[in-house]
């Protein structure tokens, strides 16, 4: 059997440009996106970068500009990943 990739479980926006997500691997991926700023629709403001939404599949993340960064983007700029701590 193959193994499944991982899906979106929580996201935080600790500031402008950063990510932090919850990952169904048990990760959370803290990723800085700001390499992909050079899109057209990329978010121009702090506030328009807190009006994100998963996508239906949870393998995305959307804007309402419309900016989409896929899963495998955001672990691939992760710039430290580390395990979810298990609440009690």
Do not use: N
Request: charged share 25%; proline share 3%.
């Amino acid at each position: 059997m193959g193994v499944t990739d991982p899906v979106i479980v929580k996201i935080e926006i600790p500031e402008y440009k950063k990510i932090i997500i919850e990952a169904s691997d048990g990760l959370c991926y803290h990723s800085d996106l700001s390499e992909l700023s050079r899109v057209y629709c990329f978010p121009k403001s702090k506030e328009e970068w807190t009006q994100v939404s998963v996508d239906s599949y949870g393998r995305a993340l959307i804007w309402t500009s419309r900016f989409e960064a896929h899963i495998d983007q955001i672990i691939g700029l992760a710039f430290k990943k580390e395990k979810v701590q298990q609440s009690a």
